[in-house]
C-alpha cells in the first residue's frame, strides 16, 4: 500500500496584492504527475485545502479538477480533512457525490465519532488501511464553556479535550480487528513544532497557546499525517508522525525552504495483531513553481542583489537596514528592476519608520497607538480638515479589537 500525505494547499492565495493561481495550478498538475508515475494507492490531503472559508471560482476549479483527473490514475483511495482556513459547509457539500469516487472528506468534528473512521477496501472488498481522519478540531468541539474559567483552565481543557478525541478514535479503529495499517490525521499545532516568521501560520485557539503533546498519538497508529505546520517535519523525532509541510512558500520567510511531500509505502504483516507493519518514508521535493527572493541589507547590497538577479522572474521583498535615511525607496527600486521581469512586491523601509516613529530615546512603548497614527498623519503630510474623519474611524477600529481581545 502507497500513500502519499500531503496538506496545506492554500489555493486562492494571493501574496501582497498578487494572485498565485498559475503556481496551484503548477503544482496540482505535478502532483498528478507524481502520483500516476508512482503507482499511489492512496492520497491524504491534511487540511487547509482552501486559504479562505469562501474560495474563489479559480481556487474551487483547481480543486475539482484535480480530483476528477485522479480518475485516469491507479490511486484508488482519497482522504481530506478540514483544515482551520477550510469552510465545513464548503468542503463537505460535494461529500457524497465525491465518495462514488472513493474520495472521503471529513470537513468538521461531528456528534458521531464514527463519521470519522474510514475503512479503505480493495477491490475485492477487503480491508487494506484504517484512516482515522480527524479534521481541524475547534473549540466547540472538544470543550464545554463553564463561568468562571481562568485560561489556564480553558488551555487544559482544550488540550484534554484533544486528546479525549484522538484516545476515542484509536479505540474505535481498533474494533475492526482488521489486520491492517491504521493512519491518523489531524490538523494541529503539536508541542515543539517548528514555524517560520511570515508563513502564516495561525496560533489555533484565540487567547491560548495550546498546543498538544505528541503523546496523544495512539501506539496502535502506524503513521500519523499532519497539517497546519508549513516547515516539513518529523514531530519531537518520531520517523512516523509528519508535518508534510505546505507546498509552495507561503511567504517570503519561507523563501529558501525545500518544500516537500512524504510518500509512505506499507508491507504486511506477519498475521498477528502484536506485529506492525513495516514501513518506509520517504520525502520528494516539490520543484519551485515560482522564486521568491527577500533582499536585506543597505543600497548598495540590494542594488547589486537586483543585478544578478535580472535575468530571473522573482518575485522580491526589499527590506532596507541601511543607515542612510532614503525616502524615495520605491522609486529607486521600481527603476532598478525596470526592463526586467522581476517583481517587488513588498518594501520595508526600516529607517524611514524609526525617523517617523520615534524621536531621540523613544521606543515604541513609551507612545500610545493613538500617538503612534498622529506622527503617520504628521509623516504623511495629511491637511488638518482630513484628519478628524480619519482619526476617528482609527479609534473606532482599535476599539472594536480591543473589545474582541477582551472577549476572548
Request: hydrophobic residues 40%; negative net charge.
Amino acid at each position: 500500500m502507497r500513500i502519499l500525505h500531503t496538506s496545506d494547499w492554500h489555493l486562492g492565495r494571493g501574496l501582497y496584492g498578487w494572485y498565485r493561481n498559475e503556481e496551484f495550478e503548477a503544482f496540482l498538475d505535478w502532483l498528478h504527475k507524481l502520483i500516476d508515475e508512482m503507482n499511489v494507492d492512496c492520497l491524504l490531503v491534511a487540511g487547509d485545502v482552501f486559504d479562505t472559508s469562501t474560495p474563489s471560482n479559480r481556487a474551487a476549479t483547481l480543486y475539482y479538477r484535480f480530483l476528477a483527473g485522479l480518475t485516469t490514475t491507479e490511486c484508488r483511495h482519497v482522504v481530506i480533512i478540514g483544515g482551520n482556513h477550510d469552510s465545513p459547509s464548503f468542503l463537505n457539500a460535494p461529500k457524497k457525490l465525491l465518495e462514488a469516487l472513493d474520495i472521503h472528506v471529513v470537513g468538521s468534528a461531528t456528534d458521531n465519532l464514527a463519521d470519522e473512521l474510514i475503512v479503505l477496501r480493495d477491490k475485492a472488498g477487503q480491508p487494506e488501511l484504517i484512516v482515522c481522519a480527524v479534521p481541524y478540531l475547534r473549540d466547540r468541539d472538544v470543550r464545554s464553556v463553564e463561568a468562571g474559567e481562568s485560561i489556564e483552565d480553558k488551555t487544559r481543557k482544550l488540550v484534554e479535550g484533544v486528546a479525549d478525541h484522538y484516545r476515542a478514535i484509536a479505540e474505535l479503529a481498533k474494533r475492526e480487528k482488521a489486520n491492517v495499517p491504521i493512519v491518523a490525521m489531524g490538523h494541529l499545532f503539536t508541542d515543539g513544532g517548528q514555524t517560520i516568521d511570515g508563513d502564516g501560520v495561525r496560533e489555533l485557539y484565540v487567547g491560548t497557546l495550546a498546543r498538544v503533546a505528541p503523546s496523544i498519538f495512539d501506539s496502535s497508529f502506524d503513521y500519523v499525517a499532519l497539517g497546519h505546520l508549513h516547515v516539513p517535519q518529523k514531530v519531537k523525532g518520531q520517523d512516523h508522525v509528519r508535518y508534510s509541510g505546505s507546498p509552495i512558500p507561503m511567504g517570503f520567510g519561507e523563501a529558501d525552504q525545500e518544500k516537500s511531500v512524504c510518500i509512505v509505502d506499507f508491507e504486511g504483516a506477519g498475521g498477528s495483531e502484536l506485529e506492525r507493519f513495516s514501513m518506509v518514508i520517504q520525502q520528494i521535493a516539490v520543484p519551485r513553481f515560482q522564486e521568491l527572493k527577500q533582499i536585506k541589507g543597505d543600497w548598495n547590497h540590494i542594488s547589486d542583489t537586483i543585478d544578478e538577479l535580472a535575468d530571473s522572474n522573482a518575485w522580491l521583498e526589499v527590506v532596507y537596514e541601511g543607515e542612510e535615511i532614503i525616502g524615495d525607496l520605491r522609486q529607486r527600486l521600481e527603476l532598478a528592476v525596470e526592463g526586467s521581469e522581476l517583481k517587488v512586491l513588498r518594501v520595508q523601509n526600516s529607517r524611514l519608520y524609526q525617523q517617523i516613529l520615534i524621536k531621540g530615546d523613544e521606543t515604541l512603548d513609551d507612545l500610545t497607538p493613538k500617538q503612534v497614527f498622529e506622527r503617520c498623519l504628521d509623516a504623511n503630510e495629511i491637511s488638518d480638515d482630513q484628519r478628524p474623519e480619519l482619526m476617528a474611524a482609527y479609534l473606532e477600529i482599535l476599539t472594536e479589537i480591543q473589545e474582541v481581545d477582551a472577549q476572548a
